[in-house]
């Protein structure tokens, strides 16, 4: 066991406290199982009726996985440990989205990535004015998975395209308006709300008692440049769509896509679009271990977490560098079927 995440049980709650304050509360391997070992003990006891996902100290909420490990392995085992890293934590992603409690997540803070994760799947999400929410992965050439596939690709609005390719974050009033988050919250009745709900209270009920009307949400002001922009399910088309529009705004959004990884936003725009066409989110699950399985050794990957991450020079050198340069038959080799054995499995059927 590790000091990383914190579980234990209050009255009719089980909490999972993420505690890597250093990191933002960035997930590891061992936090994934000892996660999905506790939320496997809570299923079967009657005692505990709902879940509460949060963070101890700092401003994040969970910051995204391991990245330092991922590029490690990338770069130095072939992406064997990274691969494995995705396929449990995956685990974890379905296994919340399936679970027969009510889970609430407090995203009280930096959601990213890993974080977007583990709160998209509870039926509660409670966002404060200090969430930050984003899909961060094309800038260092990974992807928006742990479920990004299904939630982005269900937002309507083109809004879920526009988030994933542009790596936008979005606050906790526009979080709610896009209905990533479920309730909004004051930061200083989070303490009540998990209270009321360890003490046995519907949580529904309890949010929706201590919820309050958030600011207007910014991203609404720019949703119809949204959908008529990023309408197309081909990058080119967004780009030349951008550049064919003179405001501000657009151009902002042009020069921000410019600077992403090419494999990645073609990569995602495929990702959503075949997302929306499942019924299930194991078979969402599935797809995008396909994808991370690939991607991983990438040149991209490596590349985009030594210019944003490890160096902070920014100048991350694309390979393909150009949307053009990323063709069907790459696309169609990152998204193809693992060899029998290879494939992502949930959790229960291990």
């Known amino acids: 066991m590790t000091e990383d995440v914190l579980t234990s049980s209050e009255g009719a709650a089980g909490f999972l406290s993420l505690n890597r304050p250093k990191a933002l509360h960035a997930l590891t391997l061992e936090m994934c199982h000892e996660m999905s070992a506790a939320l496997g003990e809570w299923a079967n006891d009657d005692a505990v009726k709902a879940v509460i996902i949060d963070h101890s ?70 966002a404060t ?24 690709s269900r937002l309507g609005g083109r809004l879920g395209q526009f988030l994933a390719l542009t790596g936008a974050r979005l606050d906790g ?70 550049e064919s529009d003179d405001s501000e705004w657009a151009a902002k959004e042009l020069a921000t896509l410019r600077t992403k990884s090419p494999q990645t936003c073609k990569v995602a725009l495929r990702q959503l679009a075949t997302s929306a066409t499942l019924v299930d989110f194991a078979e969402n699950m599935t797809m995008e271990y396909r994808i991370a399985s690939r991607v991983l050794t990438r040149p991209d990957f490596a590349e985009g977490v030594r210019a944003v991450i490890t160096d902070k020079t920014n100048d991350p050198q694309w390979d393909p560098p150009t949307p053009e340069g990323v063709t069907d038959d790459l696309l169609d080799a990152i998204f193809a079927p693992l060899p029998k054995g290879e494939e992502w499995v949930p959790l229960e059927l291990k």
Not at 139 to 148: C, E, K, Q, S
Not at 207 to 223: H, K
Request: glycine fraction near 14%.
């Open 57 to 126: 100290e700092g401003r994040g909420f969970c910051a995204g996985g391991d990245i330092a490990f991922l590029r490690n392995s990338a770069i130095n085992d072939g992406g064997v440990s990274g691969r494995k890293f995705f396929h449990d934590e995956y685990q974890l992603n379905h296994q919340l989205f399936t679970y027969g409690k009510p889970v609430v997540a407090f995203m009280d803070g930096i959601t990213m990535g890993g974080g977007v994760g583990i709160s998209q799947p509870a039926q509660f999400r409670v």
């Open 129 to 152: 004015e200090h969430t930050r929410l984003a899909m961060p992965e094309t800038g260092i050439g990974l992807f928006p998975d742990v479920g990004g596939g299904w939630y982005l």
């Open 173 to 242: 009033a526009e979080c709610l308006w896009a209905g990533l988050a479920t309730h909004y919250l004051p930061s200083e009745t989070l303490g009540e709300a998990k209270e009321r709900i360890a003490h046995g209270h519907e949580p529904g009920g309890v949010l929706a008692s201590l919820a309050v009307t958030p600011p207007p949400a910014r991203i609404e002001g720019n949703a119809s440049a949204i959908v008529r922009h990023f309408a197309s399910d081909r990058f080119e088309d967004i780009l030349a769509s951008l």
